[in-house]
């Protein structure tokens, strides 16, 4: 008889699952229960259930820290991995937006992350999906490795895949460090290296060095948000897709709850009550600005996140922020002069908006929306990307920012606002020069 389980994670693919003890003692197990949809990829879910065992497996005779796997097995159709749970886990993600400057013992956080990784791949490991969900911490600190269904067991790991995963770890750390720490972590690495695979990497060529390392990897990351965008409207580990009414099929974020969506959900939108925005329109004009809105979420702009879409005979999305407070019009700007008292946190959402590469061009009133003290980008019709970086010279960034940036008295705590988005201190500094000129 199955035991009562409670769902850590959930994709139309995979499931993974706590499973409840039925003594009332504390849940000692996990479950990752293996279900693509597609008949042919179903087909696999067996090998890729038994490739995880087996390279949890290796892994945690080696020493390193992963979860302890118990067994794999087929049920009711479906192929399930039990491995004991991490207690008091979270991901890589919240911890480094939490502890940014937290240091262990003698190490950094990135430090130690850095020498994990070289372990994972002197121990023949190749992980293809390596981003800071998939890397937990645990109540101690301890960086754990997780999700390797589609990993692969080498004899020896070659000097482009070496590449490849500094090049993933840096799309995925950019968006949360400094260059100085990725240096550091990058450092830790090298050290950690064995000598067979410090002899294949060679001369460290200069595309691996942390600032190349960091301009790339923000291309990447980029690349990769754009490329799975389809996320938001199929069921996978973002939203899920719900049919409460006949003619009313609905795509709900995942993290919202289901009375909160039956309080949201119906044929008709919800009034506007300040704590959601909600438009309506055409189903490809709401489907591009909920795609949008996702995008920028995901790259951690500060904009309405997306939380229900409803394609209905009259489609409306609804759009909320984190905050309180409720969600208001941004009417200190007009597309003309900015008041002082605004100029630093617009000036730090547009720099968020163009270290991610990204731009909405052209800004206009509207675009922006306040909640209690912080403002936020209204879900974009378009998103267009522009190539920022040291190379941006004052035409470009005059052109991009256009009538955003403001007059003499709000410019000082408007470029503060701006610069200190870019983690980068060179990047920081060739923008400063640019825009005081």
């Not at 044929?267 to 490809?284: F, N, T």
């Not at 403002?375 to 190379?391: N, S």
């Amino acid at each position: 008889m199955r035991r009562p389980t409670k769902t850590l994670k959930a994709s139309s693919a995979r499931t993974v699952e706590i499973e409840l003890p039925e003594d009332g003692f504390s849940p000692r197990f996990v479950l990752k229960r293996f279900h693509h949809p597609g008949r042919f990829q179903a087909a696999r879910d067996g090998a890729r259930a038994r490739n995880e065992y087996q390279v949890l497996r290796r892994l945690h005779a080696k020493g390193l820290r992963v979860p302890r796997p118990i067994d794999v097995f087929e049920r009711d159709g479906e192929w399930v991995v039990r491995m004991e749970l991490v207690p008091e886990a979270r991901p890589l993600e919240d911890f480094l937006r939490q502890t940014r400057k937290a240091r262990g013992p003698g190490l950094t956080a990135i430090e130690r992350l850095g020498r994990d990784l070289a372990r994972l791949l002197e121990a023949g490991v190749v992980h293809p999906d390596l981003h800071t969900k998939n890397v937990l911490v645990d109540g101690d600190g301890n960086f754990v490795w997780i999700d390797f269904h589609g990993a692969r067991l080498v004899r020896r790991v070659s000097k482009r895949e070496l590449e490849r995963v500094l090049l993933q770890a840096a799309a995925d750390l950019r968006e949360l460090l400094p260059v100085a720490s990725l240096l550091r972590g990058l450092l830790a690495f090298r050290a950690a290296l064995g000598r067979e695979l410090r002899s294949e990497r060679g001369d460290w060529p200069a595309r691996l060095d942390p600032a190349t390392l960091a301009r790339r990897g923000r291309s990447l990351r980029r690349e990769k948000i754009a490329a799975g965008e389809g996320r938001w409207l199929r069921a996978s580990s973002l939203c899920r897709h719900v049919e409460l009414l006949r003619d009313a099929p609905f795509f709900v974020r995942r993290s919202l709850s289901g009375e909160r969506v039956r309080a949201l959900a119906g044929p008709v939108a919800p009034a506007e009550d300040g704590r959601h925005l909600v438009l309506r329109g055409s189903k490809s004009e709401l489907r591009r600005r909920w795609r949008n809105a996702g995008r920028l979420f995901e790259h951690g702009v500060r904009v309405l996140e997306p939380i229900l879409l409803t394609e209905s005979s009259t489609p409306w999305a609804a759009f909320a922020t984190t905050d309180v407070a409720e969600i208001e019009a941004f009417d200190g700007w007009q597309g003309g002069p900015l008041p002082a008292r605004l100029a630093r946190p617009f000036g730090a959402l547009l720099g968020r908006l163009h270290d991610r590469g990204l731009d909405l061009e052209p800004l206009a009133h509207g675009d922006i929306v306040a909640s209690g003290e912080r403002l936020y980008l209204a879900p974009p019709a378009r998103v267009l990307q522009a190539g920022f970086g040291e190379e941006a010279d004052e035409a470009v960034r005059f052109r991009i920012l256009g009538g955003a940036l403001p007059g003499d008295e709000a410019r000082a705590p408007f470029l503060a606002g701006y610069l200190a988005e870019f983690p980068g201190r060179s990047e920081r500094a060739a923008i400063a020069r640019a825009l005081s000129r």
